[in-house]
């Protein structure tokens, strides 16, 4: 759970936008098309990461509590990460599908690569 709310805040304070007040004046400075990057990519990212942190997080867990040891690892390893993608690609489908249906803008390709990111950085960390 420490690893999917790094990743979230991580993420978050990547994308949040800066609003710069000059001390003397009252003119904000802000950039024309942040608002627009974040509204299309943030919840790409956020989701995906999520749903990545919690396979990834669930794999890591399961090889540590079977314990495979050398003559079976390699295959417990193929089969567990078989596995891992296919419930990882379903969810980020599911996610897809949710986001278009409510008309929200978003990035599929994105989505499959911050979940396979998230997904590995919370399994070596695990």
Request: some cysteine; glycine content about 4%; overall charge neutral.
């Amino acid at each position: 759970m420490r690893y999917l709310i790094n990743i979230t805040l991580g993420i978050f304070l990547s994308v949040t936008p800066l609003n710069i007040h000059a001390s003397h004046s009252s003119h904000k400075y802000e950039h024309p098309r942040w608002s627009e990057l974040v509204q299309r990519y943030f919840p790409s990212v956020v989701l995906s990461a999520l749903a990545g942190a919690a396979t990834g997080t669930i794999n890591g867990y399961l090889d540590k509590k079977i314990g495979v040891h050398f003559p079976l690892f390699p295959l417990w390893f193929i089969f567990s990460w078989s596995a891992e993608r296919e419930i990882r690609a379903s969810i980020i489908q599911s996610f897809i599908s949710d986001m278009r249906d409510c008309d929200i803008p978003n990035k599929t390709e994105l989505m499959y690569t911050c979940a396979w990111i998230a997904s590995w950085i919370t399994y070596l960390n695990y």
